[in-house]
């Protein structure tokens, strides 16, 4: 089967979201740096963004302010969505991340426009409004985003910092946003930071 089969509805709102729907399966192919915790391979796109929407619900109560939950998963399930075009930048890689945001959002204007418009326009400003890190319920998801990789890394012998060649002031760079949205994770991040070092998994 490939989408040359997809039998058309006589409802072509539907058949939009339906195409979009097989679209989005793509995700599943995009592969990221973070290894699954068993080492057997790297996670996808996909993987990554079920796993911080779950986290999301769990540490609520950490946030330095209130946070709508139910909006924050919606974020982490399309966050990462223009990657099915744009690719996955590694967050370390300096050249990657500078043509990144024109990337993506060609990648959004291509993507998001298979919807119909309303859903369309909703999907793109969850997507922004996660970019910017300017609300509470944006940066909350923007720190699951970060602390998912970090445990990840504490758990495969820092993989992504290793091979990366990867230094403390970079990490703490990228997770600076945990360290003003959810202070006491920070503490635990920068205990693991201390233990990577010790380790040789992370430079100092």
């Known amino acids: 089967m490939a989408i040359e089969d997809f039998l058309k509805s006589q ?10 729907t097989a679209e989005i399966d793509k995700m599943t192919a995009v592969l990221r740096r973070t290894l699954l915790l068993d080492k057997s391979r790297r996670e996808n796109d996909a993987e990554h963004s079920w796993h911080i929407a ?9 946030a330095a302010e209130p946070v709508d939950i139910g909006r924050v998963v919606q974020m982490c ?11 996955d930048t590694f967050a370390y890689d300096a050249k990657g991340n500078m043509d990144k945001e024109e990337r993506e959002k ?6 998001f426009a298979k919807l119909p418009k309303d859903q369309g326009d909703l999907i793109r400003s969850l997507w922004e409004e996660f970019d910017a ?8 998801a923007a720190c699951m985003d970060r ?15 290793d091979h990366g060649k990867v230094g403390r002031a970079a990490v703490e760079k990228r997770s600076a946003i945990v360290k ?3 202070p006491e994770i920070y503490r635990w991040m920068e205990e693991n930071m ?3 070092i010790s380790k040789g998994w992370m430079s100092p």
């Open 147 to 161: 602390l998912q990789p970090f445990l990840h890394n504490t758990l495969t012998d820092g993989h992504t910092w």
């Open 54 to 62: 779950v986290m999301a619900m769990l540490f609520k109560e950490y």
């Open 180 to 182: 003003e949205f959810m």
């Open 106 to 111: 060609e990648a959004a204007d291509r993507l």
């Open 194 to 196: 201390d233990n990577a």
């Open 77 to 87: 399930v399309v966050h990462d969505l223009v990657e099915i075009e744009a690719g």
């Open 133 to 140: 890190m300017e609300t509470a319920d944006a940066k909350y």
């Open 11 to 20: 409802n072509d709102r539907l058949n939009s979201q339906l195409l979009f």
